[in-house]
């Protein structure tokens, strides 16, 4: 396809599970992103890549969070032992520029609910 | 830090101009704006880079005072169409990738 595909597009899983949340960018963009939108409220910074390397992983809100891509391409979230909190869609976007100096293009995102 | 957006929300009738302003703590590389309608991903509307290039939506312009650390997204004769959340996103003068969004302003254009 021609966007930013996520998948699944929709997650129910029960407290304690681990969740995968995968994004495949378009092709050649070397940014990626993931931000976490909770209901009703702003985007939530989580991570950027730039190629397969994250310079910046500061917005992982916790340890139970992790995220990898692998070359310049599939980038998986996983969120471990799952909270009620962590209920939310999560976004991915990538950019053919380097960070900050280009427009992203978003996934229509991953919505999971924690039971 | 995130930026903070003014207003929080904001009720037009079409054909009315609206201004949404976004301010930084701290200095920055670049300011990108984002329409969100409900439900949808953000789509791009505009990035402002340091040194004043600006690139983006014909019908939509934006402003930034690098010195303030603030930036303006002007919408003028408002269509039903520029209902949404409208987020402003901001880099870091250090220019390490990491794009912080503001909290969103909710804009909604009325016939």
């Known amino acids: 396809g021609a966007g930013v595909s996520q998948s699944p597009s929709n997650k129910v899983t029960e407290k304690g599970k681990d969740v995968e949340l995968r994004c495949d960018p378009i092709?050649?963009?070397?940014?990626l992103y993931w931000y976490r939108q909770r209901l009703g409220q702003g985007l939530e910074f989580l991570i950027y890549?730039?190629?397969?390397?994250?310079?910046?992983k500061s917005g992982l809100p916790s340890d139970r969070f992790s995220a990898e891509r692998t070359g310049e391409s599939v980038s998986t979230l996983t969120i471990q032992r799952t909270q009620q909190e962590d209920s939310a869609v999560y976004l991915c976007?990538?950019?053919?520029?380097?960070?900050?100096?280009?427009?992203?293009?978003f996934g229509e995102g991953s919505r999971l609910t924690v039971l | 830090q995130q930026p903070v957006q003014s207003p929080q929300a904001v009720i037009l009738r079409e054909g009315e101009d609206a201004v949404i302003n976004c301010s930084s703590s701290?200095?920055?590389?670049?300011v990108h704006w984002y329409r969100q309608k409900h439900g949808e991903a953000p789509v791009f509307l505009m990035i402002?880079?340091?040194?004043?290039e600006q690139k983006g939506h014909e019908k939509i312009s934006a402003s930034f005072n690098e010195k303030k650390q603030q930036s303006s997204l002007y919408l003028t004769a408002s269509q039903l169409s520029y209902s949404g959340t409208y987020f402003c996103?901001?880099?870091?003068?250090?220019?390490?990738?990491?794009?912080?969004f503001g909290q969103g302003t909710t804009l909604q254009v009325k016939p």
């Open positions: 976007a990538s950019s053919l520029a380097r960070g900050g100096t280009g427009e992203l293009f």
């Open positions: 092709s050649g963009h070397t940014a």
């Open positions: 890549f730039q190629g397969n390397s994250a310079p910046d």
């Open positions: 701290k200095a920055l590389y670049s």
């Open positions: 402002l880079l340091k040194g004043g």
């Open positions: 996103g901001t880099v870091g003068s250090s220019n390490t990738g990491k794009l912080i």
